[in-house]
């Protein structure tokens, strides 16, 4: 088998694996929750092999808990966390639906997060109501026309989506360095790479400041529970979801039904990358205030993580995103609380990635909790 054929092949088989045909109980909550238990006693064995006490490890896990959901703060810290991967995944499932392998959304975060900042201090003297919006607009516009030229070149050339959005990831991190270090973007006085900073009236206001001052939870999570909504309507209930799904699960079928299989290629693009945009402005617009190198956080590479947890529905997304916007939480009070290292948290996100692509794995290590066991 060619080298194309071959990455046709992987594509293709982490595609099925991602996408579910409807809501499941079992496979999007059960579990998920399981190979959360799992990553978690797995990190236990792994603290005990480098000499971490059982005393430790209660008071790491214990940090984690009360770190994510543990307190009013630790509650807008995983919203605030969760947001821009919920946004990031929900692009990436809606290729995965259409049978896109969209490795680019880092890529369109930042682009989009750099189009954000760059609205939000060049308007000024404009009221919030335009100002914030105009802002949140560019940061999609930004995303979507990067990850359609990702989507053009598929559908005009046949170049495989997965080496075009790597390369375009590199592109757009060497494009946002330089314009990090040079007018307009660069602060005046700034030697460094460092935008000028966004304008109060295009930031996304803070929801809990009545509560408490530093509650960093904004209205982007709001963005994300309607980013949410419009994708379940736009894929279960409209005609153009339909052709989506349609062209993920036969192609052929769906060209010879006479549908335009490379309008819905750079469609489906566009909008994935629009959302992953969102991303990247509802980072620096809520969070950060301006971009600097790694605002991202890599949670474009994360994202991808959460569509394939979320097995690529919308609610299933939301419910990963809670997930890993849970675990940063907690593990930056885990580090803080009980001196564990942040590369334990990524070691339990990377077996939760494990245990979900081999969900049979997790029926056969715990089966008695499902209803349908392993090998009936």
Do not use: C
């Amino acid at each position: 088998m060619s080298e194309p054929g071959k990455l046709d092949a992987i594509s293709s088989d982490l595609l099925k694996r991602a996408v579910a045909d409807r809501f499941n109980g079992e496979e999007m909550i059960l579990v998920p929750v399981l190979s959360v238990v799992l990553a978690l006693a797995i990190g236990a064995i792994v603290m005990l092999a480098t000499g971490v006490g059982f005393g430790s490890i209660g008071q790491s896990y214990l940090a984690l808990f009360t770190g994510s959901v543990g307190s009013v703060n630790a509650i807008s810290e995983t919203l605030t966390a969760a947001a821009p991967l919920t946004l990031a995944g929900l692009g990436i499932a809606l290729g995965f639906r259409a049978g896109l392998f969209n490795i680019g959304a880092e890529g369109q975060l930042i682009l989009g997060g750099i189009a954000a900042v760059a609205v939000g201090f060049a308007l000024t003297d404009t009221p919030a109501w335009i100002h914030l919006p105009l802002a949140l607009l560019a940061g999609a516009l930004a995303g979507a026309a990067w990850a359609a030229i990702a989507g053009w070149l598929k559908a005009a050339t046949g170049a495989h989506e997965v080496i075009t959005t790597i390369m375009l990831n590199l592109i757009a991190l060497r494009l946002v360095d330089y314009l990090l270090r040079n007018p307009p973007i660069q602060k005046p006085g700034r030697a460094d790479p460092i935008s000028q900073s966004v304008l109060p009236s295009a930031e996304l206001p803070r929801l809990l400041t009545w509560i408490d001052p530093n509650l960093r939870v904004h209205a982007g999570i709001l963005l994300v529970v309607a980013a949410v909504a419009i994708v379940y309507w736009l894929l279960f209930r409209t005609t153009k979801g339909f052709e989506f799904r349609a062209a993920g699960a036969n192609p052929d079928a769906a060209r010879y039904a006479g549908m335009r299989s490379g309008l819905i290629i750079v469609l489906v693009m566009a909008t994935a990358g629009a959302l992953a945009g969102l991303a990247g402005a509802n980072q620096v617009l809520g969070v950060l205030g301006r971009a600097s190198p790694g605002f991202s956080g890599g949670a474009g590479f994360d994202a991808i993580a959460v569509a394939l947890l979320g097995r690529s529905h919308p609610v299933g997304v939301l419910l990963a995103g809670l997930l890993f916007g849970a675990l940063q939480a907690g593990g930056r009070e885990m580090q803080v609380a009980a001196g564990v290292s942040i590369d334990l948290i990524s070691i339990i996100q990377a077996l939760v990635i494990v245990f979900m692509a081999a969900p049979t794995l997790v029926r056969a290590t715990i089966p008695w909790v499902f209803t349908k066991q392993v090998g009936r």
